[in-house]
């Protein structure tokens, strides 16, 4: 009788760990059923685009692309003009630092010509002259401007320009027998050739 009552109560608890076990299948799968259920709706409510939907969304790219890009546009026409403005007052103040420096040596030019309304005396004069001169040459060798040598030297079409050929023999050929108008150099760069005679 006990065994038999022992072997009720075992039945009893496999019945109900099944019973656990079967509710819990059945939980996991109406959970599963919901989800799924859940992702069909979701699906169903992104719907794709249509093509006037994707031609709307274009064109507002695009709208927006114009935009950007003309202000790119305004923003380097600023820049350009702006630079254009600093590079001319660079200029401007770089003539005005060179016209200041050769007003003295106009007003050497005119004690010099005052001097010439006083006096006859030509040496002082002379030398007077040569003083200007000298000072005018030292300010320009200040600017890095050198005359172009010519004595002696071999015609060079890169510093000099043959105005004219002259026969003077073997040893004078291809070389600079006169110079009629000085070359200037500014550094390394020609800013006037010297004009030559050639011998031939």
Same mark, same amino acid.
């Given at each position: ?8 109560i ?10 656990e /076990? @079967?509710n %819990? ?9 919901? !989800?799924?259920?859940?992702?069909e709706? #979701?699906? *169903? ?11 709307e ?15 790119q ?14 590079k001319?007052?660079?200029m401007?103040?770089a003539?005005?630092k /060179? @016209?200041? %420096? ?5 007003d050497d030019?005119?004690? !010099?010509r005052?001097?010439?309304?006083? #006096?006859? *005396? ?10 200007i001169y000298?000072k ?12 172009i ?10 510093e ?14 291809g070389?600079?027998i ?5 070359g ?9 050739f ?7």
């Amino acid at each position: 009788m006990a065994k038999d009552k022992k072997q009720n109560i075992d039945d009893k608890n496999l019945q109900e760990q099944v019973d656990e /076990l @079967l509710n %819990e299948k059945s939980e996991v799968g109406d959970q599963k059923l919901e !989800a799924s259920e859940q992702t069909e709706e #979701t699906a *169903d409510s992104v719907k794709p685009e249509s093509p006037e939907q994707q031609i709307e969304q274009l064109q507002k790219r695009v709208a927006e692309l114009e935009d950007i890009r003309l202000r790119q546009m305004a923003e380097f026409d600023n820049y350009r003009r702006r630079t254009n403005k600093e590079k001319l007052e660079l200029m401007d103040t770089a003539a005005e630092k /060179l @016209l200041v %420096e050769i007003l003295p040596l106009v007003d050497d030019f005119e004690r !010099a010509r005052q001097a010439m309304a006083k #006096t006859d *005396d030509i040496n002082s004069l002379r030398e007077g002259i040569d003083l200007i001169y000298n000072k005018f040459i030292a300010w320009l060798d200040k600017q890095d401007v050198h005359a172009i040598d010519t004595t002696d030297a071999e015609f060079n079409t890169d510093e000099h320009e043959a105005i004219t050929t002259f026969a003077a023999g073997e040893d004078k050929k291809g070389k600079i027998i006169d110079c009629t108008q000085r070359g200037y150099k500014h550094g390394e760069h020609v800013i006037r050739f010297a004009k030559v005679v050639v011998g031939e």
